[in-house]
T-cell receptor
Framework: GENVEQHPSTLSVQEGDSAVIKCTYS??????FPWYKQELGKRPQLIID?????GEKKDQRIAVTLNKTAKHFSLHITETQPEDSAVYFC????????????FGQGTELSVKP | KAGVTQTPRYLIKTRGQQVTLSCSPI?????VSWYQQTPGQGLQFLFE???????NKGNFPGRFSGRQFSNSRSEMNVSTLELGDSALYLC?????????????FGQGTRLTVV
């Protein structure tokens, strides 16, 4: 199948805490895994991505880890701030019938001050 | 550099009608992908066009179709509209195929079918 499963669907944390969002994918050939952030009423925007030749990537307070054997990848946000509140989508390329980018169902992150 | 532009921003249509949505990609981008966004369903892939050719298609009925012009602008058409087609339709442009290239999203067209 062509699945990207994302958990949890909602996540509430206190400001300053860490947040972790996990995704699993079905296609063992997948090799590109971007994460998008969508603020209320706005368009999704890329925040970080990782390719299969890398196990971890960091950009300031956000990091993504990839486990190709287990076919899962995770987004980690440290020292969360209220402006991190948004819906986060993971995605993976699925190489079926030419290849396409498939998104998870999204995680609504709420950071409480 | 202008971003991805979608028109119109809002549409209200009646069941059975058809609708055409437009997407102008970032200058120089050759790929345009379309997604349907509904609450709880995330972003569901409709199709991707690259150099005027449909590269891939999602699991949507044949009522959903699209095309891409020589200037990379893309249109999406939905015929015989159903209530369940109410959604935010997003397009995204990429320099190359979306398989491993950042996709830049437009603000979307909010379609309401009544």
């Amino acid at each position: 199948g062509e699945n990207v499963e994302q958990h949890p669907s909602t996540l509430s944390v206190q400001e300053g805490d860490s947040a972790v969002i996990k995704c699993t994918y079905s296609d063992s050939a997948s090799n590109y895994f971007p994460w998008y952030k969508q603020e209320l009423g706005k368009r999704p925007q890329l925040i970080i991505d990782i390719r299969s030749n890398v196990g971890e990537k960091k950009d300031q307070r956000i990091a993504v880890t990839l486990n190709k054997t287990a076919k899962h990848f995770s987004l980690h946000i440290t020292e969360t701030q209220p402006e991190d509140s948004a819906v986060y989508f993971c995605a993976a390329t699925i190489y079926n019938q030419g290849g396409k980018l498939i998104f998870g169902q999204g995680t609504e992150l709420s950071v409480k001050p | 550099k202008a971003g991805v532009t979608q028109t119109p921003r809002y549409l209200i249509k009646t069941r059975g009608q058809q609708v055409t949505l437009s997407c102008s990609p970032i200058s120089g981008h050759r790929s345009v992908s379309w997604y349907q966004q509904t609450p709880g369903q995330g972003l569901q892939f409709l199709f991707e066009y690259f150099s005027e050719t449909q590269r891939n298609k999602g699991n949507f009925p044949g009522r959903f179709s699209g095309r891409q012009f020589s200037n990379s602008r893309s249109e999406m058409n939905v015929s015989t509209l159903e209530l369940g087609d109410s959604a935010l339709y997003l397009c995204a442009s990429s320099l190359d195929l979306s398989l491993d290239t950042e996709a830049f999203f437009g603000q979307g067209t909010r379609l309401t079918v009544v």
